[in-house]
Protein backbone atom coordinates (compact mmCIF):
# COMPACT_ATOMS: atom_id res chain seq x y z
CA UNK A 1 0.00 0.00 0.00
CA UNK A 2 2.79 2.75 0.80
CA UNK A 3 4.55 1.91 -2.66
CA UNK A 4 1.49 2.56 -4.23
CA UNK A 5 0.92 5.71 -2.49
CA UNK A 6 4.32 6.77 -3.66
CA UNK A 7 4.14 6.00 -7.00
CA UNK A 8 0.99 7.70 -7.37
CA UNK A 9 2.47 10.81 -5.12
CA UNK A 10 5.60 10.64 -7.83
CA UNK A 11 3.18 10.67 -11.15
CA UNK A 12 0.68 13.48 -9.52
CA UNK A 13 3.97 15.23 -8.69
CA UNK A 14 5.45 14.95 -12.13
CA UNK A 15 2.04 15.67 -13.72
CA UNK A 16 2.31 19.31 -11.80
CA UNK A 17 5.49 19.76 -12.95
CA UNK A 18 4.83 18.97 -16.43
CA UNK A 19 1.58 21.55 -16.07
CA UNK A 20 4.05 24.38 -14.85
CA UNK A 21 6.19 24.02 -16.86
CA UNK A 22 4.40 25.12 -20.44
CA UNK A 23 2.17 27.44 -18.41
CA UNK A 24 5.60 29.29 -18.73
CA UNK A 25 6.98 28.47 -22.01
CA UNK A 26 8.26 31.65 -24.15
CA UNK A 27 8.46 31.71 -27.79
CA UNK A 28 10.71 33.86 -29.66
CA UNK A 29 8.73 35.38 -32.57
CA UNK A 30 11.61 37.96 -34.18
CA UNK A 31 12.04 36.03 -37.28
CA UNK A 32 8.86 34.84 -38.70
CA UNK A 33 8.38 30.92 -38.88
CA UNK A 34 5.73 28.32 -40.74
CA UNK A 35 5.11 28.10 -36.38
CA UNK A 36 4.49 31.71 -35.66
CA UNK A 37 3.70 33.24 -39.07
CA UNK A 38 -0.23 33.85 -38.41
CA UNK A 39 0.31 35.00 -35.14
CA UNK A 40 2.89 37.39 -35.42
CA UNK A 41 1.34 38.79 -38.92
CA UNK A 42 -1.83 39.04 -36.90
CA UNK A 43 -0.29 41.01 -34.28
CA UNK A 44 1.72 43.38 -36.88
CA UNK A 45 -0.97 44.01 -38.61
CA UNK A 46 -2.92 45.14 -36.14
CA UNK A 47 -0.19 47.70 -34.59
CA UNK A 48 0.17 48.37 -38.29
CA UNK A 49 -3.48 49.15 -38.44
CA UNK A 50 -3.22 51.49 -35.46
CA UNK A 51 -0.28 53.56 -36.79
CA UNK A 52 -2.43 53.97 -40.18
CA UNK A 53 -5.22 55.54 -38.19
CA UNK A 54 -2.77 58.26 -36.44
CA UNK A 55 -0.14 58.53 -39.03
CA UNK A 56 -2.25 57.76 -42.43
CA UNK A 57 1.30 56.06 -43.57
CA UNK A 58 1.65 52.47 -44.13
CA UNK A 59 4.50 50.83 -42.03
CA UNK A 60 6.46 47.95 -42.03
CA UNK A 61 8.80 47.14 -38.88
CA UNK A 62 12.58 45.77 -38.08
CA UNK A 63 12.32 43.47 -35.02
CA UNK A 64 14.35 44.13 -32.22
CA UNK A 65 12.23 41.84 -29.54
CA UNK A 66 9.05 39.92 -29.89
CA UNK A 67 8.29 37.42 -27.50
CA UNK A 68 5.25 35.30 -26.20
CA UNK A 69 4.24 33.45 -23.75
CA UNK A 70 0.92 33.12 -21.23
CA UNK A 71 -1.18 34.36 -23.58
CA UNK A 72 0.93 37.81 -24.04
CA UNK A 73 3.37 39.25 -25.96
CA UNK A 74 5.61 42.13 -26.41
CA UNK A 75 7.64 43.81 -29.49
CA UNK A 76 9.75 46.45 -29.90
CA UNK A 77 11.46 47.41 -33.09
CA UNK A 78 12.09 50.21 -35.52
CA UNK A 79 9.30 51.26 -37.89
CA UNK A 80 9.43 52.41 -41.31
CA UNK A 81 7.81 53.44 -44.25
CA UNK A 82 6.18 50.69 -46.59
CA UNK A 83 7.14 52.99 -49.45
CA UNK A 84 10.61 53.62 -48.12
CA UNK A 85 10.49 57.17 -47.78
CA UNK A 86 10.98 59.50 -44.85
CA UNK A 87 8.09 59.13 -42.43
CA UNK A 88 5.91 62.56 -42.03
CA UNK A 89 4.85 63.71 -38.80
CA UNK A 90 2.23 66.20 -37.74
CA UNK A 91 3.74 69.25 -36.97
CA UNK A 92 1.99 70.48 -33.54
CA UNK A 93 3.21 67.41 -32.56
CA UNK A 94 6.78 65.98 -31.12
CA UNK A 95 8.10 62.72 -31.78
CA UNK A 96 11.22 60.48 -31.88
CA UNK A 97 11.43 58.63 -34.89
CA UNK A 98 11.01 55.32 -35.11
CA UNK A 99 10.96 53.16 -32.29
CA UNK A 100 7.82 51.47 -31.69
CA UNK A 101 6.77 49.09 -28.87
CA UNK A 102 3.46 47.03 -28.17
CA UNK A 103 2.01 44.66 -25.71
CA UNK A 104 -0.75 42.41 -26.42
CA UNK A 105 -2.93 40.14 -25.01
CA UNK A 106 -4.86 37.27 -26.72
CA UNK A 107 -8.47 37.22 -25.58
CA UNK A 108 -10.69 33.96 -27.14
CA UNK A 109 -8.10 33.29 -29.43
CA UNK A 110 -7.84 36.90 -30.75
CA UNK A 111 -5.26 39.44 -30.44
CA UNK A 112 -5.49 42.84 -28.86
CA UNK A 113 -3.18 45.92 -28.21
CA UNK A 114 -3.12 46.12 -24.44
CA UNK A 115 -0.72 49.29 -24.53
CA UNK A 116 1.78 50.68 -26.76
CA UNK A 117 4.70 53.28 -27.47
CA UNK A 118 4.54 54.82 -30.46
CA UNK A 119 7.64 56.91 -31.72
CA UNK A 120 7.61 58.44 -27.95
CA UNK A 121 9.54 61.20 -26.72
CA UNK A 122 10.23 59.36 -23.50
CA UNK A 123 11.07 55.56 -22.24
CA UNK A 124 7.40 54.80 -22.30
CA UNK A 125 7.83 51.54 -22.32
CA UNK A 126 10.60 51.23 -19.02
CA UNK A 127 8.88 49.27 -16.62
CA UNK A 128 6.13 48.55 -18.28
CA UNK A 129 5.90 44.79 -16.91
CA UNK A 130 5.34 46.96 -13.69
CA UNK A 131 2.31 48.42 -15.05
CA UNK A 132 1.56 44.32 -16.60
CA UNK A 133 1.69 42.02 -13.74
CA UNK A 134 0.23 39.16 -15.48
CA UNK A 135 2.04 39.22 -18.25
CA UNK A 136 5.14 36.58 -17.57
CA UNK A 137 8.19 39.00 -17.27
CA UNK A 138 10.41 36.65 -19.82
CA UNK A 139 8.47 38.15 -22.76
CA UNK A 140 10.11 41.45 -21.46
CA UNK A 141 13.83 43.16 -22.74
CA UNK A 142 16.02 44.27 -20.24
CA UNK A 143 14.29 48.22 -20.42
CA UNK A 144 10.59 46.47 -19.66
CA UNK A 145 11.69 44.13 -16.95
CA UNK A 146 12.72 47.38 -14.81
CA UNK A 147 10.73 47.18 -11.87
CA UNK A 148 9.44 50.84 -10.45
Known sequence: MQKI??????????FFMNTATN??????FKVRNAANEKDRTMMLDLLRSEMYTWYKQEFIYVV???KVGGGYAYFTGKAERKDGREIVF??????DC?????????????????????FPT???NYGISSRHPRAPINIFD???RKRF
Open 5 to 14: RIILSLIAFL
Open 64 to 66: NHF
Open 90 to 95: PQDESH
Open 23 to 28: AQMIYD
Open 98 to 118: CYVGALFVNRGGKWFIEDQCI
Open 142 to 144: EAG
Open 122 to 124: DAC
